[in-house]
């Protein structure tokens, strides 16, 4: 049941890792699997732009607006195609290198000519011949024509000048055309048209994937055919949000690539020829001479916004009409010819703005390409989309359930500050941007939902756990367990461990003396000390029969050094119950000794008992020769004592003595015991002496040289005369030298009780 609950957050991690990246493989597609992440892509994308800040424009672009001050000087707009005329005649004898206009003549300007060519039909119609009056007419015709003054405008002048139009995107808007207008307008929208189209393949050829428009709306044929410059200025903002962040650098319709107005400009600004190259999977980028514009597979171009509206110089139209703007802000430069006047301007939302001309839109698209200064995103996109979300959650996946709760945290937050932070490096120093959202939803989903699994299920396990073995167990002990749940499992492993048994001396005898209640309050407070220097010694209480403690130390947790700290407990206890005998003899005049056995060595520990009722409880001989062991103190008179394996572990850290080597109940081999003095360095010289004397008695027992032993023994109780074993050695050296043993005698002592 465990592993399978420890199981979940592998499965909820794949899960999430799953749909995040079949949601990311169509991330900014026309059929996004999840369309609100990709609005809060775009809107991560116009935060990195203000995280950015504003980065300074090159000197190459400038913009002639038709603002406010224009209109009010010159008239209200639409200005006379004459005027316009005068300005680029301005422009160019200031020496701007092109003049580019954010804005299309598709209807004529001849209402004076009308009226003049109304005369001279009327003229003819009367008969009135006047060679003058009609030359005049002619005259005043030719003056009156704005069109044709303009278009010669644009012809003589020493910059290449750039006309604006606009296609129709969809049928809709195209349905005032028929075929025959279209059809008639298509050689007027020529010069835009790129020069060279270069297709990878004849699949690239058939496949092109940038949008096909409905139908153009062009200058009129005077104007059209005055320059060999034009391009469409068509934007298309994001239709998530209305934000304008890519510029369409390329068009089909019909049978022909159109190049954007800003493209247009720079190929006259350089003098360079337009490319296109079309690779298998879309467009794979634009050319202009030397300048290479990264393009996504459908053409548009990322607008490199370097700040707020009027980060380009706005240069008022009335002042260049008026010549009032110095010919060194004009020289050399590329002019963008727009209307920025309130109500009769082209505004649009950008992620510095929400008033933004779109004349300066194409500015600064124009700039970021002259600098080579590009946003672009990756041409492996989707790949890199995948292998982040299933790098970064697979990895916090992995990671949470092996940590707490404030690691968990501290590592879900590095991972989201840590890619953010890269996000915006890559955007602000490197020019490319990468998806944030989707890799930073994986990260806070997969957190949010193993974090709330382990709140719900695992956290509910760990308190169980915690209020089932804290009483029981070191609170350090307890931790581990809580990290390691699956030590718990029903069945058992074999563990090298210390078994303990204690038990009070003449218990029923000292019950007898006391009320239940008494007893009963006496009982919990020796159970309550006794347990807590237990647990201080990262021992585990196993249980309590009546008076008895049955506790081991290291299991459920490993305990290197479990001999030692099983004696170090087994010291302080009996340090403990010392003070608390003087107590409770001036208290209830009861006196309390307790027995411990210990037994150091392999036993089978896990839990015991059934699917429904379990008990984390030790098995085994080793088990089994410290419960032994600790009965065995009523022979010798002793209140630790402790097997040969327990003893060998211990020699450097405490003092101990050997007493004997006896066959208890149930064991044929002879076990070898010993009693546990105290601390080494802490037991007196004279007791020491005396532990040294007993052995040599011992060694004088087991060669059945009686007498000798005897007077060693004696020699040990005159330096400690309250010494029950060596009382009891002697009785035994008596008895042996009147009934000897038998010739194969082990030197063992045979118990004939448990």
């Known amino acids: 049941m465990l592993k399978r609950l420890r199981s979940f957050p592998f499965l909820i991690t794949l899960i999430i890792l799953g749909v995040a990246m079949y949601a990311a493989m169509y991330a900014g597609s026309d059929q996004p699997v999840m369309p609100f992440l990709d609005i809060i892509e775009l809107k991560t994308i116009d935060l990195r732009f203000k995280l950015r800040g504003e980065k300074k424009p090159g000197s190459s672009v400038v913009i002639a607006v038709v603002d406010e001050k224009s209109l009010k000087q010159e008239g209200k707009w639409i200005w006379p195609r004459q005027k316009i005329a005068d300005l680029i005649t301005k422009l160019s004898d200031a020496g701007a290198r092109v003049v580019a206009f954010d804005i299309v003549f598709s209807e004529p300007d001849n209402k004076g000519v009308g009226v003049l060519h109304d005369v001279r039909r009327e003229m003819q119609y009367l008969n009135i011949e006047n060679a003058e009056l009609n030359q005049y007419l002619i005259e005043l015709t030719q003056l009156a024509d704005n069109d044709r003054i303009l278009a010669e405008a644009i012809k003589n002048s020493k910059a290449r000048v750039v006309l604006g139009s ?3 995107i969809n049928p809709q808007e195209a349905a005032h055309m028929d075929e025959n207008a279209i059809a008639a307008q298509l050689p007027y929208i020529s010069t835009a048209v790129y020069q060279s189209v270069q297709y990878a393949s004849e699949k690239a050829f058939l496949n ?14 005077v104007i059209s055919e005055s320059t060999s410059y034009s391009g469409f200025f068509n934007m298309m903002p994001d239709k998530e949000d209305g934000v304008v962040r890519w510029i369409p650098g390329i068009y089909k319709f019909r049978d022909n690539l159109y190049a954007h107005l800003s493209i247009k400009a720079l190929s006259a600004y350089t003098g360079s020829p337009l490319n296109v190259f079309v690779g298998e999977y879309g467009i794979d980028g634009i050319q202009i001479g030397d300048l290479q514009v990264p393009t996504d597979e459908k053409g548009r171009i990322m607008v490199n916004y370097r700040g707020t509206s009027k980060t380009f110089p706005h240069l008022s139209a009335t002042d260049i009409l008026q010549g009032r703007v110095p010919a060194e802000r004009i020289k050399d430069k590329l002019v963008l010819v727009g209307v920025t006047a309130i109500g009769i301007y082209d505004l649009r939302v950008t992620p510095f703005d929400t008033n933004f001309p779109g004349v300066e839109i194409k500015a600064n698209l124009i700039d970021s390409i002259l600098s080579q200064d590009y946003l672009y995103q990756p041409d492996l996109m989707k790949i890199y989309n995948i292998l982040a979300i299933l790098i970064l959650g697979g990895l916090l996946g992995w990671f949470l359930p092996r940590a707490n709760v404030i690691i968990g945290l501290i590592m879900a937050l590095s991972l989201l500050a840590g890619y953010i932070i890269f996000c915006l490096y890559l955007f602000t120093g490197q020019g490319v941007v990468i998806n944030a959202v989707y890799p930073l939803i994986t990260i806070l989903l997969i957190y949010i939902s193993i974090t709330a699994y382990r709140y ?18 070191a609170p350090a002990i307890v931790n581990q367990l809580i990290a390691s749940p699956e030590k718990l499992v029903l069945g058992g492993e ?8 204690s038990d009070i001396a003449g218990f029923t005898t000292i019950s007898e003396k006391l009320s239940p209640h008494e007893l009963v309050e006496l009982l919990n407070e020796f159970l309550t000390e006794m347990s807590d220097i237990i647990l201080k ?6 249980k309590y029969e009546g008076d008895a403690i049955i506790a081991m130390f290291g299991a459920p947790n490993a305990l290197p050094n479990h001999a030692e700290a099983a004696c170090l407990a087994s010291i302080d206890m009996q340090a403990r119950l010392a003070v608390l005998r003087e107590k409770w003899q001036n208290e209830k005049n009861i006196t309390i000794r307790m027995r411990i056995g210990l037994c150091s060595g392999p036993a089978v520990v896990g839990n015991m008992g059934s699917k429904n009722r379990m008990d984390y409880t030790m098995m085994g001989d080793t088990v089994n020769t410290a ?5 065995v103190n009523k022979v010798y008179g002793t209140y630790i004592m402790m097997g040969e394996t327990t003893s060998n572990d211990v020699k450097n850290s405490v003092v101990a003595r050997e007493l004997d080597a006896i066959n208890v109940v149930g064991k044929k081999i002879p076990v070898k015991i010993y009693e546990l003095v105290g601390y080494q360095g802490q037991v007196s010289s004279k007791m020491l002496q005396a532990i040294d004397t007993y052995e040599k008695g011992l060694a004088a027992y087991r060669g059945c040289e009686w007498d000798q032993a005897i ?8 330096l400690t005369p309250d010494d029950p074993p060596s009382q009891i050695m002697i009785d035994r050296c008596l008895e042996y030298k009147l009934n000897p043993p038998e010739a194969c005698w082990n030197g063992a002592y045979i118990m004939r009780t448990k």
């Open 166 to 168: 606009f296609f129709h």
């Open 711 to 718: 007077d060693f023994f004696n020699q040990a109780l005159s």
């Open 208 to 221: 092109i994937p940038v949008l096909e428009v409905a139908a153009q709306e062009s200058n009129i044929p």
């Open 494 to 501: 074999e563990r090298q461990i210390t078994a303990f048994f």
């Open 456 to 473: 719900f299920v695992e956290e509910r396990q760990k308190r169980f756990i915690k209020s089932a073995f804290s009483t029981y167990l």
């Open 627 to 631: 419960a032994r062991l600790e009965g």
């Open 537 to 542: 010694h990262n021992g585990m209480v196993d």
